[in-house]
């Protein structure tokens, strides 16, 4: 058994897993403390609950670009749609280094999203005719998870397996 | 993770603030002709229950516990409110220990909501189970008791217990860990001890006296508030010009009920920042200052009018909104 190949498949696999946890734990948490605001303007006010669920599900996205990536490392890798590449340690490191952007900032991104979601529902609380602008706030923030996304994507799919 | 906590609390207390009066209702409360008419636009709003008595005081009292109960049901920890609720309780204290001296039976001299009722704290005191009180309760009131059980003296026993008050205030306010419940205690201290400085000047008080009756607070001195006050009222105004209340000397030079009235608004304008919190408990705090102002703005409206105070005398009354 060739140890030294065995290894660089457990690294490209563990950049999936890079990108799929950091930045799915990302989400989940910007979307719970987004949630929590949505809850507390429904209990007071439940005619905004179309609003406030729009804007508690923006720090969801960072936990889909990070399945994205996944998706493509593990087809690259051929554990999705064939037989598993020959990967050397090198390609495997190299996979897993274009994997940490949009794990790392999937994660921060997520977290600082979802604050910033709370504060917006907070807008649509006192002032519903501002929605447009309460979006926008979070919105921003997502900027930074689309650089990483488009760096992790280019990435791995410059990366020859 | 955990300075998220008050994140639901907050939003609820945010679509809350919509129903909070403005500048502009209050105007027109003071447009209409009688007290009725202000009670009834009040009720229109839905203060006080639809079921219940309407008078003007069963209406008040009950948006002070619809206030409460707002906080009780949302705030993830209560005992950062301590210092809001340590009045009543301490005004409970204070009559339970003259009801046990004087026997005279009065009823409604009591707060119902708060930590410890008015009969749990008239029957702690009758026993003496002075234990059974939070913090240094039980000391102030078993010293409060003998006070008046020896001397007799009732204002010895009010300033007693009222210090004590301000001083567990102002610990509550530390201990809560937040900057500003600090800072609300550590204000509400010293305006209490402001206000000692004016009336015991007016009633050429010695400085024992105001030693005894004052509490310590960061914003101001006692020893410096108490020469003040020896040398007079101008004395007084001027200290407060170096200190963070120099807005006060001017309403303190003008008449007390102008003083009474900086107070408040200095205290909604320090809480009107907390309108831009979404992670911390000021927005409940300041919530909560803002339905007491509210509450006390209405009543002078509404007294005001029955006894046939001009607007302008009543609107020289009037608090800012929080809004």
Redesign the interface.
């Known amino acids: 058994m060739n140890i030294a190949g065995e290894l660089g498949i457990v690294y490209a696999l563990l950049g999936a897993a890079v990108a799929v946890l950091f930045a799915g734990a990302g989400s989940a948490?910007g979307v719970g403390?987004a949630g929590?605001?949505?809850?507390?303007?429904v209990?007071?006010?439940p005619s905004?609950f179309a609003k406030v669920l729009i804007i508690q599900l923006l720090p969801g996205t960072q936990g889909l670009y990070g399945l994205l990536v996944g998706f493509i490392t593990l087809s690259k890798i051929g554990i999705l749609g064939g037989g598993i590449a020959d990967v050397s340690v090198s390609t495997g490191l190299l996979i897993l280094a274009a994997c940490l952007p949009i794990g790392i900032v999937g994660l921060i991104s997520g977290?600082a999203q979802g604050?910033t979601a709370?504060?917006a529902?907070?807008i649509v609380?006192?002032k519903p005719e501002q929605f447009g602008k309460a979006m926008l706030f979070p919105a921003m923030v997502e900027t930074y998870a689309i650089l990483a996304l488009l760096i992790s994507f280019l990435a791995v799919n410059g990366i020859q397996v | 993770m955990s300075n998220t906590k008050y994140t639901y609390a907050v939003a609820r207390i945010r679509a809350l603030e919509v129903s909070l009066f403005n500048d502009a209702f209050i105007e027109q409360l003071l447009s209409l002709g009688t007290a009725e008419q202000v009670l009834q636009a009040v009720m229109e709003k839905g203060w006080g229950d639809v079921s219940a008595d309407s008078s003007m005081d069963a209406v008040l009292k009950r948006e002070e516990e619809k206030a409460w109960e707002v906080i009780r049901d949302v705030a993830p920890d209560m005992s950062v409110f301590d210092v809001m609720s340590y009045p009543k309780l301490y005004h409970n204290l204070k009559a339970a220990v003259k009801e046990v001296y004087t026997r005279s039976g009065r009823e409604g001299i009591f707060y119902d909501d708060c930590s410890i009722p008015g009969r749990e704290m008239l029957r702690i005191v009758e026993n003496r189970e002075f234990s059974k009180l939070p913090g240094d309760m039980g000391r102030t009131a078993q010293e409060a008791l003998e006070i008046l059980l020896h001397t007799g003296d009732g204002q010895l026993c009010d300033i007693t217990v009222d210090r004590a008050a301000l001083e567990a205030m102002y610990a509550a306010g530390k201990r809560s860990g937040e900057p500003i419940i600090e800072s609300y205690a550590d204000t509400t201290v010293a305006i209490a001890d402001i206000k000692i400085a004016v009336r015991a000047q007016k009633t050429g008080k010695s400085a024992d006296f105001m030693r005894s009756a004052m509490a310590e607070c960061d914003s101001l001195s006692v020893d410096q508030l108490i020469r003040a006050a020896l040398s007079g009222a101008d004395e007084i105004a001027r200290y407060l010009e170096g200190t963070s209340y120099a807005g006060g000397a001017d309403a303190l030079r003008e008449s007390p009920s102008a003083f009474e009235r900086w107070c408040d608004n200095r205290m909604t304008e320090t809480m009107k920042t907390q309108k831009y919190e979404t992670f911390s408990v000021g927005p409940l705090l300041g919530y909560l200052i803002a339905r007491e102002n509210e509450i006390k703005t209405v009543r002078i409206i509404i007294t005001g009018k029955q006894n046939g105070f001009s607007d302008d005398a009543i609107r020289e009354r009037i608090r800012e909104m929080y809004v």
């Open positions: 948490l403390i929590q605001a949505a809850a507390g303007v209990t007071e006010d905004k977290i604050k709370a504060s529902i907070g609380a006192k």
